[in-house]
């Protein structure tokens, strides 16, 4: 049995309760060494076989996981956050189908949250912002014509950009293409969660210039959008005024 597991955003106690345990069994543990918190093997039981797939390619990683079927051992497939984003598992998963083998996903937290968090910060501020995009930009990796950085940015929402800390000269580019301001508040947040996690607050125009200052060129994010100001509405929910299923309000209305 093969169980893909979110190591979370980088603490070692952010990684789930179930993720923990699974690790803490495995007979085989495949991590992503340039990425995920090699705290995070203190879970490992003693004897556990362990692999650093950082240099490893898709094929040597898939052979691992077919060795440990074939011996009867179980095996965690430890990525970093969610596998869900930027996981790369669905490939794997694909050729585990292919040879017969089971396996289950471990969802954990991801770095957009952690990210959040290091920020106290809400992405879906009433009157600002409701929706949360979660993109990259594009590099030597490309993207789908229809998700170019410009595009997304015309939505003027909260914006995460996920593997983009190398590219920030052209990302701000983009950003102002698609329409924010030079002055948009912006924040890059460095390793969140790690012990060595560092914030950086600036504008979508000092955005590059603020990293190359702080020395940041990877394993970071970077977070854009209103919702690092000072300014929203009032929740409904909580606002006396306003009724909904569990509550009648003093005022007119039903939550939406």
């Not at 590059?208 to 009032?234: H, M, P, S």
Request: a negative charge; charged letters at 20%.
């Amino acid at each position: 049995m093969v169980y893909f597991v979110g190591a979370g955003s980088g603490a070692a106690d952010l990684i789930t309760v179930r993720g923990a345990r699974l690790l803490g069994e495995a007979d085989v543990i495949i991590y992503a060494g340039s990425l995920v918190n090699p705290a995070l093997l203190d879970y490992a039981k003693e004897g556990a076989e362990i692999h650093n797939s950082a240099s490893m390619t898709l094929e040597e990683v898939i052979a691992v996981m077919l060795a440990a079927e074939a011996a009867g051992k179980m095996c965690v497939r430890l990525h970093t956050g969610d596998p869900s984003l930027y996981g790369a598992h669905r490939e794997q998963m694909d050729l585990l189908d292919d040879a017969g083998i089971e396996y289950e996903v471990v969802p954990g937290v991801s770095s957009f949250c952690g990210a959040a968090a290091a920020l106290k910060a809400e992405y879906t501020l009433p009157g600002v912002s409701q929706s949360v995009i979660i993109t990259r930009m594009e590099g030597r990796t490309p993207v789908p014509e229809g998700e170019k950085l410009r595009l997304m940015a015309a939505h003027g929402c909260t914006l995460v950009l996920f593997l983009s800390t190398g590219l920030l000269e052209a990302a701000t580019e983009e950003l102002l293409a698609g329409g924010y301001s030079p002055d948009t508040p912006a924040a890059i947040v460095y390793k969140a969660t790690w012990p060595d996690e560092q914030v950086f607050r600036c504008t979508v125009g000092t955005i590059a210039e603020t990293a190359r200052d702080a020395g940041i060129k990877n394993t970071a994010l970077v977070t854009i959008g209103g919702f690092l100001g000072d300014d929203y509405d009032r929740s409904k929910l909580y606002d006396p005024a306003f009724t909904h299923l569990f509550r009648t309000g003093t005022g007119e209305g039903e939550a939406r």
